[in-house]
């Protein structure tokens, strides 16, 4: 089987021009076949603050309704995603921008509404990713550069989180690939003090994911991106890290952040 990487990019480094400039150096360097995922929540926060638009959040989830949704549309699938490809193609790598409307690589199914509605927010199964079309992208010496837009397959485009675009990508890649999912930020890793790089955790087991959790080690945002990196691993994901973007190139060398183990 041939390997495939699939990366998700977030955090600081999309807002800072410099990180994003020599992440994505790095990843053009990275060797064999790539999908590259990424958000860009700060940026559409932003922009919808400056039309008067505030966010509504609900324990850290973004509340998509429709003026909300035109935003994250404009800017996660216009703005950001185009700007990363130019700058990819001026460094010799031949991407394609897509959402998961174009060439329908990613149909989800908006969330039922429960004790909250989240509006225009797309959820994803087992058969939401096209392996045939990302597939033909890559033989063609295309580099899938996606977005956390997805649609429903009937004219509506949904909101998707990046992280889980990136874990359902790899799951279903893995059935004509050996494949490696790697979640790129600001932090080196997992830490046991944020403030310390120097307490990384090199490696996390299904087992201690729980006590990491229980000890605050693991907390906030990074519980949804652990539990969906295990699950990943669980359904024939070969391997998943969690590092820190300008770090990149240690990947085939000497390590990379924290690494994820079933």
Do not use: W
Request: aromatic content about 4%; charged content about 25%; overall charge negative.
């Amino acid at each position: 089987m041939k390997q495939l990487t699939i990366i998700k990019i977030g955090g600081n480094v999309i807002d800072n021009s410099e990180k994003l400039h020599q992440f994505l150096l790095d990843f053009t360097a990275l060797p064999g076949d790539k999908i590259l995922v990424h958000g860009g929540g700060k940026i559409a926060t932003e922009l919808g603050s400056s039309l008067g638009i505030e966010p509504k959040m609900v324990d850290g989830r973004r509340i998509t309704d429709i003026e909300t949704l035109r935003i994250v549309t404009m800017v996660y699938g216009g703005l950001i995603n185009k700007n990363m490809v130019a700058q990819l193609q001026a460094k010799g790598c031949n991407a394609i921008g897509l959402s998961g409307a174009d060439g329908n690589v990613i149909q989800a199914v908006k969330r039922p509404v429960g004790k909250i509605d989240y509006g225009f927010v797309g959820d994803l199964n087992e058969s939401s990713v096209s392996v045939k079309t990302l597939d033909v992208l890559l033989k063609n010496d295309l580099i899938p550069v996606l977005c956390a837009i997805t649609h429903d397959g009937d004219t509506q485009l949904l909101n998707t989180n990046a992280d889980t675009i990136a874990s359902a990508v790899a799951v279903a890649m893995s059935r004509e690939y050996e494949t490696r999912l790697v979640y790129c930020f600001e932090k080196k890793g997992v830490l046991r003090d944020v403030d310390d790089d120097l307490s990384l955790v090199a490696e996390i087991r299904r087992n201690d994911f729980e006590t990491l959790q229980a000890e605050g080690v693991v907390s906030g945002g990074m519980i949804p991106k652990l539990y969906n990196a295990f699950e990943a691993i669980r359904q024939g994901v070969k391997a998943v890290y969690i590092g820190k973007a300008d770090e990149l190139p240690q990947i085939d060398i000497n390590g990379f952040g924290t690494r994820l183990i079933d």
